[in-house]
C-alpha cells in the first residue's frame, strides 16, 4: 500500500464543521474522524507497550497491550481494560458503517455521541501512557482529542487496517 | 423504473387467479348480476329487476376491472406528524418490495395513515389519529395510482374528503367498487390496527370484518324478503279462502267440489280451477225444501183444567139426567098447553094426568113443576156437552199433529233407538186427537191422554230443534258455498303475482343461501390455509403450531375465528384464552399471518400492499422469516414497508434482496422537513450525496483543508463501494444457497476493501457470473483505502470518484 500523509484530526474535524448538511446527514464523516482518532492512539503507543513500528495496524492488538503497560496498579489496568474495551466496541461498529456493512450508513446522532465519548475517554486514558523512552516511535505523537498528529508511514502498511 | 405496462407476467397471473375464482365469490353487485345469466330465466328475470332496482349496471366496475392498481406516488402535508414541509415519496408502480426506513418520529404512521385515508375514501379507523397537524392544518394528501394505462390522484384537503381526480382533472368522489374492495382487501395495514389483534388475539374475527363481508349478498337476501314476506301473506289469505271454501262444500255434501278443493289445494292451477267454476255454477240457487214438521204442542194446565172439569161436569149432569126426560118434558108441555086439545078433553073429565093419571086438579101443578125440572136437566147436559166440546176443542192445540212423510223420513234419520217406538206413539195419539170428542172420552182419559202427549213433546222438542238447526245449516252453507268458493278464486287470482313470486322468491332465496356460505367459504378456507402456511413459516422455530384455525357463524350466530393451538404436540384447550399463550412477537406473526391472505386474494383490484411497522416485537429469526414472505409476494406485488427497524432491511440484504430502498430523513429540529430519497443502489446513493456536495461547493477550502476533504471525500467513496461490495456478496451467497453464517464468516475474513472486491469474485466465479476488474482501480482503491484512515494520497480527486463511480457500477452489475 502506499505511503500517504496524515490529515490532522484537527483538520479532519474542521472539514467535518464545514462539510455541508447537518449533523446527522454527516454522521458517518463523523464516525471517520472518531476511527481515526481510535487508531492515532493505537498506533502512537510506545514500544514498551507494542515492539512493531507505530501505524494503524493491529489496532485492537495495540489498545489491548496497553492494559499491560509497565507501572499500571490493578485498578488502573481495569479502568483501561474497560476503556479499551469502550473504544474497541465503538471501532467495531464504525467499522461496520464504514464498510458497508450496516445498511443504514448514517448511524444514528445518539450512537455517534456514545463512540465519541468512548474515543474520548480512550485519548484520556492513553494521554498518560509514558512515551517511548527510545524515541521510536517520536514521529507520531497522539494526545488528547483535538492534539495534532505529525505526518508518518502510518497508512497502508497494516495486516490488518480496515 | 419498471413500468406496469411491461409488467405483465404478475398481471397475467393474477388474472389467472381469478378466472380460477370467477363463479365462486359473489362480492359485488356486479358480480351477482353477472351470476344470473346462469340462473333459470325465472329465477334470472326477479335477480336482474332487483339489480335494476339498486341501480347496478351488469358490467363489472371500471376502476376495479382495471386493476391492478400499484401507487406511483405519495405526497402528506399537514396530516397528523406531517407539518407544512410535504413528504413526498416517489414509487415505481408494479410489483417489486419497497423499503421506506425512517427513525422513529419521522412521520411513516402518518404518512402510512394518510395513504389509508386516501384510499379507503376517507372510512372510519378502528384507531385514534391526531385531527390534524398542530403546526400546519392545511391537510393535502396527495395518493397518485396507476394501472398502467392511465394515473389518477386521490387526493383530500383539510375537510379530510377524499376526491377523486382523472388525468382530465375532473374531481368526484371515490368509485363504489373502489372503496368496498379497498374494505375487503384493505391493502394498506398500520400497525394500530394489528396492534389490537396483538392485544387479543379473540379479536381476529373483527381484523378479518371487513374481508368477509359480503353485503351484496346480505342486500340480495334483504330485498328478496319484502317479496317472500308478501308472498307468505297472500298465501295465507289464499289458504284461509279455501279453508272456508273446502268448508262450506263439504257442509253442503258435494263431494266432486270437495275432492277438487281437496285435491288441488289453495293455489289451484287454471286448468282445474276451470273445472271448479263449471261445477259451482250448477249449484242450486235457492234454500233446500222444506221440512214440514209438526209444530210442537204443549199442554197447557188451565186448558187441562177447565176441560177436566168440563167432562165431569158432563159426566155429572148425564148422572143427574134421565133418559126420555125430554120426551116426558115435551108431551108435559104439550099437555099443559092452553088450547091442547088432549089436555081440554082431560079438564073435561075427571081432571086426571093423563101422564101420571093423577087425579084432582093438582097435577097441572106436578106437571108444570116437572117439566120445570126436566127443562133444567136437559138444560144442564146441554151445557155441560158445549162446554166440554169447547174444552176439547181447545185441547186440540195440546196433542200433536200428523207426522207427513217428509217429517216421517226426517225423523226416521234420527240417530235415536227410540225413533220407532215414538213415532208410533204420535201416530196412536194423532189417532186418539182424531176421535177425540167429550161422549167419547172421561176426564181421566184426558189426561192420561194429554200425559202422554206432553211425555211425546218432550222427546219431539230437542229433536225438531236439531233437525231445524241442521237444516238452517245446510241452508246456510248452501246460500254461501258459492260465495267463499268465488271468493277463494278472486283472492287466488289477485294473489298468483305474489305467489308465483313467492315461489322463485324462495328459490332463489335458497341461492343465495348457498352463494353466502360458499363465498364465505371461498373466501375464509384459502385465508385459513395460507394463514396456517404464513404461521408455520413465521414460527418455523416454536413448538407452538397452528392447527387449524376455523370460521364460525356469520350469519345468524355471532362470528369468530376458532384457534387450534397445539404447543410440543399437546393440543391447548379451545375457548377465548386460547391465545393467551402467544407471545407478543407470535401474535403479530398471526395477525400479518392473516393479513397478508386477505390483501392478497387473487380477486383483488389492488397490487399493492403498505405495510407500517410489520416487525413489531419480532426476535431476528422471525425478521427473517418475513423478510422471505414479503420477497415472494414482491413478485406479485408492490410491496411497501415503512420501517424504523434496520433488521427488516438487513434481513432482506442477507437473502440476497434489493428492494428499492427509500429512506426518510427528519432534518433538525429547527427545520423538521423530512427528505426522502431513493437508495437505487446503495453505492451510487452515497456516492451521488458525496458528488452533491463537491459540485456544490465551487471552492473546497471553504468546507477545509484540501487534504481533510480529500481524506473525507475518499472515505466517503471507499463507504460507498464496500456498500455496493458487501450488498453484492450477500445477494450472490443468498444465490449460491450458502449459509447466512458461512457468509458472515467470509465477510469476517475479508475486512479490508480489496479483501471484499476477492471474496465477491470467487462468489462470482462459484456463481458462472464474470468477475470484476479490479486490476485497473488498484491505485483508486488505494487511494480510497488511504483517506478512510485519514490519509492524504497525493493525485486527482475528481478522478478517484469517476473510478469510483465505474467500479461501483461494475460491481452493482455483477448479480444483475
Known amino acids: 500500500m502506499a505511503t500517504f500523509r496524515d490529515v490532522s484530526i484537527a483538520a479532519l474535524e474542521a472539514a467535518y464543521s464545514g462539510w455541508p448538511g447537518t449533523a446527522e446527514e454527516k454522521a458517518a464523516l463523523q464516525v471517520l474522524t472518531l476511527r481515526v482518532r481510535i487508531e492515532r492512539a493505537a498506533a502512537a503507543l510506545p514500544s514498551t507497550i507494542i515492539a512493531t513500528p507505530p501505524d494503524a495496524s493491529f489496532v485492537e492488538r495495540r489498545l489491548y497491550l496497553s492494559v499491560g503497560e509497565p507501572g499500571l496498579s490493578h485498578g488502573h489496568r481495569i479502568r483501561r481494560l474497560r476503556t479499551v474495551a469502550a473504544a474497541m466496541g465503538a471501532y467495531g461498529a464504525i467499522c461496520e458503517v464504514l464498510h458497508g456493512r450496516n445498511p443504514d450508513p448514517v448511524p444514528p446522532l445518539q450512537d455517534v455521541q456514545a463512540w465519541a465519548a468512548a474515543v474520548d475517554g480512550l485519548e484520556v486514558e492513553l494521554a498518560g501512557v509514558q512515551p517511548d523512552p527510545a524515541g521510536e516511535h517520536a514521529s507520531l505523537l497522539v494526545t488528547a482529542r483535538g492534539g495534532v498528529s505529525t505526518a508518518g508511514p502510518l497508512a497502508g502498511s497494516s495486516s490488518d487496517a480496515t | ?816
Open chain 2, 1 to 816: 423504473m419498471r413500468r406496469l405496462s411491461t409488467a405483465t407476467t404478475p398481471k397475467e397471473e393474477r388474472r389467472v387467479d381469478t378466472t380460477r375464482n370467477s363463479g365462486q365469490s359473489l362480492l359485488t353487485w356486479q358480480d351477482i348480476a353477472a351470476a344470473a345469466r346462469a340462473l333459470p330465466i325465472d329465477q334470472r328475470e326477479l335477480l336482474l329487476e332487483i339489480v335494476e332496482e339498486k341501480g347496478v349496471s351488469e358490467a363489472t366496475g371500471a376502476t376495479t376491472a382495471e386493476g391492478p392498481w400499484y401507487l406511483r406516488s405519495i405526497h402528506v402535508r399537514g396530516h397528523i406528524g406531517v407539518g407544512r414541509d410535504a413528504v413526498d415519496l416517489p414509487l415505481t408502480p408494479g410489483p417489486g418490495l419497497t423499503i421506506v426506513s425512517a427513525r422513529n418520529g419521522t412521520g411513516k404512521t402518518s404518512i402510512a395513515d394518510g395513504v389509508r385515508h386516501n384510499l379507503s375514501g376517507g372510512i372510519t379507523r378502528s384507531y385514534e389519529v391526531l385531527t390534524e397537524n398542530v403546526h400546519y392544518h392545511e391537510r393535502d394528501i396527495v395518493v397518485t395510482v396507476s394501472n398502467g394505462a392511465r394515473e389518477v390522484q386521490i387526493m383530500c384537503g383539510r375537510d379530510a374528503i377524499v376526491h377523486w381526480r382523472e388525468p382530465a382533472g375532473a374531481l368526484a368522489t371515490l368509485p363504489s367498487d373502489w372503496t368496498e374492495a379497498f374494505a375487503r382487501y384493505m391493502p394498506v395495514l398500520l400497525y394500530p390496527e394489528v396492534s389490537q389483534v396483538i392485544h387479543d388475539p379473540a379479536t381476529l374475527h373483527t381484523f378479518l370484518r371487513d374481508a368477509l363481508e359480503l353485503t351484496a349478498l346480505q342486500e340480495l337476501q334483504a330485498a328478496l324478503k319484502p317479496m317472500r314476506e308478501a308472498g307468505r301473506s297472500a298465501l295465507r289469505a289464499v289458504t284461509s279462502a279455501h279453508e272456508q271454501a273446502s268448508d262450506g262444500v263439504m257442509g253442503v255434501g258435494h263431494q266432486e267440489l270437495a275432492a277438487l278443493l281437496g285435491e288441488c289445494g289453495p293455489t289451484a292451477d287454471d286448468s282445474v280451477i276451470e273445472q271448479i267454476r263449471t261445477v259451482i255454477t250448477g249449484l242450486p240457487d235457492s234454500a233446500p225444501p222444506p221440512l214440514a214438521l209438526p209444530d210442537l204442542w204443549a199442554v197447557c194446565d188451565a186448558s187441562r183444567a177447565v176441560a177436566t172439569a168440563a167432562l165431569e161436569r158432563l159426566a155429572a149432569a148425564h148422572d143427574s139426567s134421565v133418559t126420555g126426560a125430554e120426551a116426558v118434558r115435551d108431551a108435559l108441555t104439550k099437555l099443559l098447553a092452553q088450547k091442547a086439545s088432549p089436555l081440554a078433553d082431560n079438564r073435561a073429565h075427571d081432571d086426571v094426568c093423563p101422564v101420571c093419571q093423577a087425579q084432582g086438579r093438582g097435577w097441572r101443578e106436578l106437571a108444570t113443576r116437572e117439566v120445570t125440572r126436566l127443562s133444567c136437566l136437559t138444560m144442564e147436559l146441554r151445557e155441560a156437552e158445549a162446554m166440554a166440546a169447547e174444552a176439547l176443542e181447545d185441547l186440540a192445540g195440546a196433542l200433536p199433529a200428523a207426522v207427513n212423510d217428509p217429517a216421517r223420513r226426517v225423523l226416521g234419520a234420527l240417530d235415536d233407538p227410540e225413533v220407532d217406538r215414538r213415532i208410533a206413539q204420535w201416530d196412536r195419539l194423532v189417532g186418539r186427537r182424531t176421535q177425540l170428542s167429550a161422549a167419547t172420552i172421561s176426564a181421566n182419559a184426558l189426561a192420561a191422554l194429554l200425559d202422554e202427549a206432553t211425555d211425546l213433546a218432550a222427546w219431539y222438542a230437542p229433536q225438531r230443534e236439531q233437525i231445524l238447526l241442521q237444516r238452517d245449516e245446510l241452508v246456510a252453507a248452501q246460500a254461501t258455498v258459492r260465495t267463499h268458493v268465488q271468493t277463494w278464486l278472486e283472492a287466488l287470482a289477485k294473489a298468483r303475482p305474489a305467489l308465483d313470486r313467492l315461489q322463485v322468491a324462495n328459490r332463489l332465496n335458497d341461492r343465495v343461501d348457498k352463494w353466502l356460505k360458499t363465498a364465505r367459504a371461498d373466501i375464509f378456507e384459502p385465508i385459513g390455509e395460507q394463514v396456517k402456511e404464513l404461521w408455520t413459516v413465521l414460527n418455523s422455530d416454536a413448538d407452538l403450531k397452528l392447527t387449524d384455525i376455523s370460521l364460525r357463524g356469520g350469519t345468524q350466530r355471532q362470528m369468530g375465528v376458532t384457534l387450534g393451538l397445539v404447543d410440543g404436540g399437546v393440543a391447548l384447550p379451545a375457548g377465548k384464552n386460547s391465545s393467551a399463550v402467544l407471545s407478543t412477537g407470535q401474535r403479530n406473526a398471526l395477525s400479518l399471518a392473516t393479513y397478508l391472505p386477505r390483501a392478497t386474494q387473487p380477486q383483488s383490484p389492488f397490487g399493492f400492499l403498505v405495510l407500517d411497522d410489520p416487525i413489531h416485537a419480532f426476535d431476528t429469526w422471525r425478521v427473517r422469516y418475513l423478510a422471505d414472505c414479503l420477497l415472494k409476494l414482491s413478485e406479485r406485488f408492490q410491496v411497501v414497508v415503512f420501517t424504523h427497524d434496520d433488521r427488516l432491511w438487513q434481513a432482506l440484504r442477507a437473502i440476497g434482496a434489493r428492494p428499492t430502498h427509500v429512506r426518510m430523513d427528519r432534518r433538525a429540529d429547527r427545520h423538521p422537513q423530512v427528505k426522502v430519497s431513493t437508495v437505487v443502489s446503495p453505492g451510487l446513493h452515497l456516492l451521488n450525496d458525496l458528488q452533491r456536495v463537491l459540485a456544490a461547493e465551487t471552492d473546497t477550502a471553504a468546507i477545509g483543508s484540501p487534504e481533510a476533504v480529500t481524506s473525507m471525500a475518499l472515505a466517503m467513496c471507499r463507504q460507498a463501494l464496500d456498500t455496493e461490495v458487501v450488498t453484492q456478496i450477500e445477494i450472490l451467497g443468498r444465490r449460491l444457497q450458502i449459509p447466512q453464517a458461512t457468509v458472515a464468516e467470509h465477510m469476517k475474513g475479508a475486512r479490508r476493501t480489496a479483501d471484499q472486491l476477492r471474496l465477491l469474485n470467487s462468489y462470482a466465479q462459484r456463481a458462472g457470473l464474470p468477475p470484476v476488474s479490479v486490476a485497473p482501480y488498484g491505485s483508486t482503491i488505494k487511494a480510497l483505502n488511504g483517506g478512510a484512515h485519514g490519509c492524504y494520497p497525493l493525485g486527482d480527486l475528481k478522478r478517484w470518484v469517476q473510478d469510483s463511480r465505474r467500479l461501483i457500477k461494475d460491481v452493482a452489475r455483477i448479480g444483475g
